[in-house]
């Protein structure tokens, strides 16, 4: 902003203004031209020296006093007169005040800013001036003869500077700012610094020295008037008492002397928070009320302490100081709320104890340590909980049964009782029920007083050994109160099931066993507990002859020995054996069962312990097992089945339209379509082309369809009906002609037909020649020749045959009137 100077100068400054103004109009207005012998300022004086020549004349040299030479000149800024500002004045020596000389202005401003008397050299400004935009001009001055229109003297350059008042305020370009420090800090923390800029010369005068003071913000606060540092003034401000402060900073020019400009901004400066206050409960005693159906794991309460300070230095950590206490309940901290939330570790038993006291401490978990002189920063306080009384479901005297009962027990034999009980103080009585699934079958019912559990049916051991059921308890004042306890019932064994012989394998006796060879060792199975069948023992039955090819011999280790009483098997006379065998248990009771073993008698292989069958002998030696037999007869079938697809595959696949353009016979085109029978051949014969002695006079068509002439019969096929067009060009065609001058003659045609269609076509000539005494052995010409075959016979072979020997009888009587129409005509 400009000021005006008439507004803020002091009478001192104005003085002295006015002083150097009439100063420079005298001293410093007179420039010194410069001409080329000498210069000198039109104020100054010249000395003059005498000397005596040898002659008696006295000569006297003038030397001329040097003179100053002043290359710049001084203007104020923000003239705020109506008239122009005088500058200063430039003058030549060679002006001698006649008006001969004028003087031109160039350069920086001149003759729009700066103005010049021609005559008199007067420099003006015509404008106000502001230094902070431009702080000085350069401009060239010449003096020129106005009769030669010739310079006088070279073109001087000089420099008018703009003189510097103080128009300019200091200013804070960033502001207004923010800045904190921490609270409880020490008198003469640093804090924040301002900078105020001052776009007046700081090389003139006081008007850009600045000087910072505190207009609002004391006495929190203060400033260094040189540096602009803010620091503390007050020592123990607190946070919590007051957080934010708004601090205004002045800077003054002129050294903050009277008259000086000046410009503000504002701090605002915020306390952080420091740990400096312990956390504290609002109360010391508290109660809370939790019934006794509480579930453990799940918050029961909650406590909370308050922290007057912030962030990290206002979180908590909770404890339960007594032993009782922390057995039952255990404590911890909610983040978001910073409340303790009390947990419960146990159940609770209202009918054990009803009330549990609990002592609490709350402390800071981040301490300063400068901060310690403070004391202690944790407190007490103390939470009663009273238990109360719930109505509580049935509790069972066992967390789970394992009953047991015997296999084959009576319908309603007594397996166990389960017994529960109403823990609440009145006791009511309870009552019990098994819990039914649907898809299970029911084994088990429980008497709904006494809670005995009984057998619904007979049960087997080996079909399911072990039972588990759900019993449910309530109480009978309040049915909707349950509980329920998992029973297992295991079924005990006994001696129900015979035991039997182990036949899975099959017994081979080898013709070439001797008497008391043993032949097989047999074990038995038997399906209930070891227990009750840990020995079998064996023997043939009882009241049948003995058998006079084989014994048995009891082990007594649960196996027996089947061993030949006779030597000599042979397969061709008996191959089959079936021996009975009798085993029994040492269970109670006794049971027992009849095997049946059969043997087979083979031709064994020599050399070896196996007992192998002639048969699978073969195999055996081949080292190959019926599993490799059968996915090597998987591989061949497979290989097969893709030969076969293979063939009809290559049977089924289409030829194409042209097989090479060697093989080319005529322009035959192949469709994949079913034909219409005989009458296709007509559009391909080519019997005129395979002999040339063959050919007609006319020629077919096989694009349009000509005027058609029927000859022959009119009983004749469609097939047998032959269709002409007269040719473009007669040829006469010798059975001798050159199979060269034929083709001439068939392509001259073709290119002067005008029917022909409008694409190209290939032709192929074949000749099998002429004069073979062997003939022809192609069926091309057949057509043309007579046939001798008698097809008479066709009418003899049924109705079957009867259309076939219609045609042919009727294409001999045709080519039989061919034959005669042309004798005739021959002999005409």
């Known amino acids: 902003m400009k000021v005006n100077p008439s507004s803020c100068l002091c009478p001192v400054l104005l003085c002295l203004c006015f002083l150097e103004r009439g100063y420079e109009a005298s001293h410093y207005g007179q420039i010194k031209g410069i001409s080329r012998n000498q210069t000198k300022v039109s104020s100054r004086n010249h ?18 006093k040097r003179g100053w030479i002043w290359n710049q000149f001084f203007v104020l800024e923000e003239h705020i007169g109506s008239d122009a500002q005088y500058v200063g004045k430039l003058h030549s020596n060679s002006d001698k005040g006649d008006g001969s000389v004028r003087y031109i202005l160039s350069g920086e401003g001149a003759g729009t800013i700066f103005i010049i008397n021609e005559v008199t050299g007067d420099i003006h400004a015509t404008k106000s001036l502001d230094r902070e935009k431009k702080s000085h001009y350069v401009l060239h001055a010449q003096a020129i003869d106005r009769n030669t229109n010739k310079p006088l ?52 005068g006081n008007s850009a020295r600045v000087v910072y003071s505190v207009l609002h913000g004391q006495p929190y606060f203060s400033v260094d008037p040189k540096t602009g540092i803010i620091r503390t003034a007050l020592a123990d401000m607190d946070r919590e008492a007051r957080e ?71 979180e908590i950590k909770y404890s339960i100081l007594n032993p009782e206490g922390a057995a039952m309940f255990s404590i911890s901290t909610d983040k978001d709320t910073r409340e303790g939330i009390i947990t419960l570790r146990k159940p609770l038993n209202y009918e054990k104890k009803k009330q549990y006291s609990l002592h609490i401490s709350a402390e800071n978990t981040h301490l300063d340590p400068r901060l310690s002189y403070l004391g202690s920063f944790k407190d007490d306080a103390t939470l009663k909980i009273t238990v109360g009384d719930v109505d509580e479901s049935p509790v069972f005297s066992m967390d789970y049964y394992i009953m047991e009962v015997y296999e084959n027990a009576k319908v309603g034999t007594e397996v166990g009782a389960v017994t529960a009980r109403d823990p609440d103080s009145k006791n009511s009585p309870v009552r019990y029920f098994i819990e039914r699934s649907e898809d299970k079958e029911v084994y088990f019912d429980i008497e709904s007083i006494s809670g005995v559990i009984r057998t619904t049916q ?18 009978e004042d309040n049915p909707s109160l349950q509980s329920q306890v998992p029973v297992t019932v295991q079924v005990l064994d006994v001696n129900d099931n015979p035991p039997k012989i182990n036949s899975d394998e099959e017994i081979i006796i080898c013709e070439s066993t001797r008497a008391g060879q043993v032949i097989q060792t047999i074990t038995a199975v038997d399906k209930d507990d070891f227990a009750n069948g840990k020995g079998f023992s064996f023997s043939f039955p009882g009241g049948i002859p003995a058998n006079p090819n084989f014994t048995i011999k009891d082990n007594e280790d649960s196996t027996a020995s089947i061993i030949a009483r006779r030597r000599r098997f042979h397969r061709l006379t008996q191959e089959l054996y079936e021996v009975p065998v009798v085993v029994w248990d040492d269970g109670e009771p006794i049971l027992s069962s009849t095997g049946t073993l059969t043997l087979t008698v083979c031709s064994c292989q020599r050399g ?17 097992s019926t599993g490799a037999l059968i996915a090597i007869l998987l591989c061949v079938l497979i290989l097969l089945a893709i030969v076969i697809l293979f063939i009809t ?60 002439v029927r000859l022959g019969s009119s009983k004749r096929p469609l097939h047998h009906v032959e269709n002409y067009r007269l040719s473009p060009t007669s040829l006469d065609i010798d059975a001798k ?37 062997a003939g022809t052995i192609s069926s091309l010409g057949s057509a043309g020749a007579h046939s001798e075959q008698d097809y008479n016979c066709l009418d003899e072979w049924g109705p079957e045959f009867q259309k076939l020997a219609e045609l042919y009888g009727d294409e001999v009587e045709s080519e039989s009137s061919s034959t005669e129409k042309a004798e005739s005509e021959k002999q005409t």
């Open 47 to 64: 000395n003059a020296t005498h000397n005596q020549t040898k002659d008696g004349k006295t000569e006297v040299h003038h030397r001329p």
């Open 153 to 204: 003297e070279p073109e001087s350059e000089f420099i008018i500077k703009v003189q510097d008042i103080n128009d300019n305020a200091p200013k804070f370009p960033d502001g207004p700012f923010v800045t904190s420090v921490p609270e409880m800090s020490e008198i003469g923390m640093s804090v924040f610094q301002v900078t105020a800029t001052d776009a007046d010369d700081p090389t003139y």
């Open 244 to 314: 934010h402060y708004s601090v205004v900073i002045q800077a003054k020019d002129m050294a903050g002397q009277v008259g000086g400009l000046s410009g503000s901004t504002t701090i605002n400066i915020t306390l952080t928070d420091i740990n400096d206050n312990p956390p504290k409960f609002p109360q010391k005693n508290y109660q809370v009320f939790v019934p006794e159906s509480s579930q453990v794991g799940k918050p029961v309460g909650k406590i909370k302490a308050t922290d007057e300070d912030i962030g990290i230095n206002a």
């Open 458 to 475: 007979l049960l087997d051991r080996e079909e399911m050994p072990w039972h588990n059921i759900t019993v449910m308890a309530t109480e």
């Open 608 to 624: 070896t312990r196996l007992k192998i069958c002639q048969g699978e002998a073969f195999l055996s030696s081949a080292g190959l």
């Open 649 to 708: 595959l290559r049977r089924s696949k289409k030829e194409p339209l042209i097989i090479s353009e060697e093989d080319i016979r005529e322009n035959v085109v192949m469709y994949d379509d079913e034909g219409g029978g005989e009458e296709d051949t007509e559009a391909y014969d080519i019997i005129a082309l395979r002999n040339p002695a063959a050919a007609e006079e006319l020629k077919f068509r096989r694009d349009v369809r000509p005027d058609c």
């Open 737 to 773: 002609m050159d199979v060269g001058e034929f083709i001439k003659q068939r392509v001259a045609e073709a290119d002067q037909d005008t029917s022909i269609p409008p694409y190209d076509s290939l032709q192929t000539y074949a000749y099998e020649g002429q004069g073979s005494p």
